[in-house]
């Protein structure tokens, strides 16, 4: 939280005094970047199976700045980070001039940031990992399977709501709200014949998002994504 400059109104100091008094009491002493640092790792590894994780906090030259939880930048990088058999590597998420909510931090084990001025990503995301996560969806689909190919993006599976027929989806990637990927139809059938727009939107419903950000670590924006042959990369 920023404690404003002199000559605010007073229940705003007071505010401030507080909020500072219950991030030192949940950090349990002085806030330091190395326990920040420490914590947040803690709590990625208990989520993600990591590889080379590395976080470091930067701090504002201002200390009182650092009490209230509010730092220059958040850097969160690893080789790959990985659950349920989902793979992210590498990636890279910087967060500049974040305020953490160290309440959240330290009693419920989450890092949400109250504030932030903007991130940028940088990661990859293989085909088979993309697969792995379509098996886990609830869809009238069964064995889906999406093909990278050369740059051109094919979804294939059994259509189990006409008798287990082939579903053929040729479709492309959009980003959503800066922090979904969707997929986008360009053209369906089923058994070489094309399906009807309903099932089609009943489908996506269950299918999108394909992926959300908002559980990689300081919840990075996304501003594009590109298609090679073997991955989705990601960057922001």
């Not at 969707?182 to 399906?195: D, W």
Request: net charge positive; glycine share 6%; hydrophobic share 40%.
């Amino acid at each position: 939280m920023y404690c404003g400059k002199t000559g605010r109104t007073s229940h705003i100091v007071i505010a401030c005094i507080l909020s500072m008094a219950a991030a030192n009491l949940a950090v349990a002493g002085q806030v330091t970047p190395q326990k920040i640092a420490e914590k947040m790792s803690r709590i990625v590894k208990q989520r993600w199976t990591c590889k080379n994780l590395q976080i470091k906090v930067v701090p504002f030259q201002n200390d009182s700045l650092t009490q209230a939880g509010r730092f220059q930048a958040i850097v969160f990088k690893a080789d790959s980070i990985s659950r349920k058999g989902i793979t992210v590597a590498p990636i890279y998420v910087k967060a500049f001039d974040v305020t953490l909510d160290l309440y959240t931090l330290y009693y419920k084990n989450e890092i949400k940031t109250s504030k932030r001025k903007n991130t940028t990503i940088n990661a990859k995301i293989s085909e088979t990992s993309l697969n792995k996560l379509l098996a886990m969806k609830d869809m009238p689909i069964k064995n889906p399977k999406v093909d990278f190919g050369t740059g051109k993006l094919t979804f294939t599976g059994k259509y189990q709501a006409i008798f287990g027929h082939n579903l053929l989806m040729e479709a492309k990637l959009e980003v959503a709200d800066h922090r979904k990927i969707n997929l986008i139809p360009t053209r369906v059938s089923v058994n070489g014949v094309p399906l009807p727009s309903g099932p089609v939107r009943s489908l996506l419903s269950k299918l999108n998002p394909l992926l959300d950000l908002q559980d990689v670590p300081l919840s990075p924006t996304l501003d594009s994504l590109t298609i090679t042959p073997t991955s989705i990369i990601l960057k922001g």
